[in-house]
DNA sequence: GTGAAAGCGCTAACAA
DNA sequence: TTGTTAGCGCTTTCAC
C-alpha cells in the first residue's frame, strides 16, 4: 500500500501551515500566486490527494452520487440503463465526483437502500432512472431534502417540482411514423404498454400524432401488452391477423419489436424461434439496443451520454450552485436509425 | 436531510457510553447481554447507522470495492460486464460492502485511476476484468500491496500470484463441439481471436480437443480475426468457400456467431444486412448475450451470477481474514444453452 | 464489563 | 495573506 501522503508533509515540504495547503487546494484566489505555485509544485511532487473520508467529515460532502444497476431485465431493454451508468461515471469523474451502486427491487426496498446509503456513506446526490406515476422514491428523497435528479420526467407532478432529464419519446415515435409515411406506408399500427405508463403513453402519443397530421387515425391500429417479446409477438399477430391493410409498425421496444419481427417477416427465417410466415411487414424499435443493431431493426435511438451528462449538470449546479433555485428540467430529443426493417 | 444520528445519542439514550455502543455493534461477546440488546434496541428506534466517513478514518477501511465500467464496445459483448457488476454489486451489499465504479480507456489509464481512488476514497480492493497477457494492472496492484481479485485468470503467470476466479472456456467450447459431433455433424470449424490472447487460444483449445478425441484433426478448420460482427462475417465466408465439407461452426463470441450466422443460414433473411445466401451451417457462440437469446443462437453460458459472487468471497476473505493466506483461485463451468442455430 | 481520552485528516472560523 | 484552534464521528488504548 502507497503510503498516505497528509497536508501535513506537503504543509512541511512546502514551508507553509497546513491551512494554507487547504486553501491553495480549495480556494486559490485567496493565496498569493508565489505561494500557490509552491504549494502546488510540492502537491505534484508528493503525489498528494485529499483524503474524502477526512474532507467528508469536515465539509459533510462525500463527492459520490449513488445510482441503481438493474438486474437486466429480458437482456435487451436492460443495454439502456448501462449506456446511461457508463455515460454517468464518465461525466462524475470529470466534475470530481464518483458513483457508488446499490441494487434494490421496487420501489419500497429502494427507499430502504436511500436510507441505508445516507445513513453510512452519506452520497451527495441520487441519479434515478425510470420514473414512473406515483413514484414513490422521488418524494421520499423530497420529503427529506436530498438532491437527486431523475432520467425520466415528472410524471405525477408535471409542475415539476424536481430535476429531471427526459428523451422526447413522442418525437421519436413521430418520427418513425413519419418515416414510414414517407415510405409509402399509410396503415401503420402500434405495439405499447398498457395504457397509465407516463413512458408508454408518451410513445403511443407520438404515433397518434403523426398520423392525425396526415388525416389519419388509430381506430383497431394499436395493441398494449406486457414489455417482452413474447407478448410482443402474440400482438403483432392479433393486430396483423385482424387488419390485412396494416403494412407497418411501430413499437414502444426493441423487446416488442423483435416479437413483431417474429410475425412479420415472410417467410420467417426458420431459426428465429416461433416464426411464423406472415406477410412482410415494416417494424422500427425503441432504444437501438445492441439487439436492434444486430438483427438490422430501424430503432428510435436516446442520446443517453447526453442525458447522463446533463442529469450530472443539472446535479452539480444544485449541489455547488444555488440548492434554493427552482428545479431544472431537460427534454432532449432522440433521432431515428433506419436500417434494413423498416 | 434527515438529521444525523451519531453513536453520541445512541449512547445516551441507552445511559451507556458511547465506547459501549460501538462494541456492542463491533464486538458483541465482550458486552453483557442485557446491555447489548438495549444498545442495539436503541440503534433500531433511532435508526442509528454507523457514519462510513468516521468509521474509515479510525480504522483505515472504506467497506468499497471499486470496479470499472466498460464503455459497451459492440454492444454485445459488453452485457457480461453489466451483467457481472449487477451480481458484484448484489453480493457486495449483503457482505457490507459498496461498489464504486470507475472508467479507463487502456491498462495504463486504469493503473491512473488506482492511483486516484486509492489516494481518495481508499477502495478497500479492486476487482478487475478481462485479465490478459502482461496485464500491467495486476502487477501495479501487487506491487503496491492492494488487495484485488480479478474476473479471468492470470494468464502471465500461472502459478496464481493473485486471487482470481475463471470460466473454463475450453470446457464451454469443448461442450460445444461435443454437442455438435452429437447432431452429426463430422466437419467443425472454429472462428476465433488471433493468438496469443488468452482467453481466445483456451477457447480454441477446448474445441481442438473435443475433435481430438474422436479422431479429428483442425488443420485449415479455424480462422482467427478481431471481435467484431463484420470481421466474423468474413472469416465466415473465407471459410465455408474454401471448405465446403464445413456443416457447423463453434465461435469464440456471439459477435463472431452473429456474423457467422449471416453467411451460414440459405437464404439469408433479407433484412438481415449483409446477408447472403449460402448452404445451411450450424454456429454456436459464446456468452449467450442478449442478441444471441433474440436470434436463437446457441451458446455457451458463463455463471456470471456466481463468479461475482466467488470474487467477492475471495475478497473478503482476504481481507477480513487472513491477509497473508495464499492467493485463492476458482475456475467454474460454464453450460451450454442449446437454441435453433445448432 | 464499562468509561475516558486521544486522534485519524481535513477545513470553517477566527486571530495574527 | 498566513497561521492557530477546534472538532466532524468513530474506534483503539488503557484505566477503572
Redesign the interface.
Known sequence: ??DK?TIADVARAAGVSRQTVSNALNTPEVVREETRRRVLDVVEEL????????R??RTGR?R?IAAR????Q???N??VG??F??GL??TA?REGY??????ADGDDAETAAF????????PDAFVLMATHHGDRRTTWLAE???PFVTFGRAWSDPAAPHCWVDVDGAAGTEAATRHLLSQGHRRIGFLGWPKGSGVGDDRREGWRRALAEVGLGVAGLHRETEDD?VPGEHAARDLLDRDPEITALVCASDSLA?GA?HVA?APG?????GGHPHRPVAVVGFDD???A????LTSVRQPLAEVASSCLRLLTHRLDGGAGAPPEYLLLPPSLVV???G
Open positions: 500500500m502507497a501522503v503525489g498528494y490527494r485529499v483524503n474524502q473520508a477526512a467528508q467529515m462525500s459520490l444497476i438493474d438486474p437486466e429480458d437482456g435487451i436492460g443495454s448501462d449506456r451508468l457508463h461515471t464518465e469523474a464518483r458513483v457508488l451502486l446499490y441494487t436510507d441505508d446509503l445516507l445513513g453510512a456513506y452519506e427529506r431534502g436530498v417479446v423483435l419481427l417477416r427465417p426458420a431459426w428465429l424461434a439496443t445492441p439487439v443493431r444486430a438483427i438490422g436500417r434494413a426493417s
